[in-house]
């Protein structure tokens, strides 16, 4: 049996702000935990085409994460149908998806952390603030996102731990 890998969407609006950085941010915490994941990103009402913001793309960089290369793509059924979980920014966002796959893994970004974490419901929307409201809505991000991850890290070793122990003999055992 072959696996492939986890596969997460991260979902806002433009795809050039908040969903950019948080898909750089858990492709680097996936790969430092050892998890087999692929992660892409898109948005609901994308500049198709365009690039990440110069504050996210800054924002990110400081974090040692680089997005300069990201293309922004439009949220579509076969990006839902591609995922595993998609991971949505604002309530909307995940309307959207559920409008498009009532049977998708959705879920809130701000729902991922421990209660008080975040600031409010949603991850706020970045677009035309400064620098430092980047800084704290990629912070909010990476709160929740690094939870995540780690959730996600856990289980599957877990698994393959089971998996692992079933394959070999019971102590005492014959093959």
Not at 35 to 51: K, L, M, Q, Y
Not at 98 to 103: F, L, M, N
Not at 138 to 155: N, P, Q, V, W, Y
């Amino acid at each position: 049996m072959t696996s492939r890998p986890y596969r997460v969407l991260v979902v806002c609006t433009g795809n050039t702000c908040r969903s950019p950085m948080a898909e750089g941010l858990l492709r680097a915490r996936f790969a430092e935990l050892g998890v087999d994941a692929e992660v892409r990103s898109a948005g609901t009402f994308a500049v198709i085409g365009g690039s990440a913001q110069k504050h996210a793309v800054a924002t990110a960089a400081r974090a040692g994460i680089d997005i300069s290369g990201h293309v922004a793509r439009q949220l579509d059924a076969e990006l839902v149908a591609w995922s595993d979980t998609v991971l949505c920014m604002a309530r909307s966002h995940a309307a959207a998806v559920r409008a498009i796959d009532s049977t998708a893994d959705v879920r809130l970004v701000a729902e991922l952390a421990r209660e008080g974490e975040v600031r409010g419901d949603d991850i706020r929307d970045p677009m035309g603030w400064d620098e430092e409201v980047y800084r704290e809505v990629f912070e909010d991000m990476r709160t929740c996102l690094e939870a995540f991850a780690e959730r996600h890290a856990e289980l599957t070793s877990s698994a393959g731990a089971e998996l692992t122990s079933e394959a070999r003999p019971a102590p005492g055992g014959v093959d």
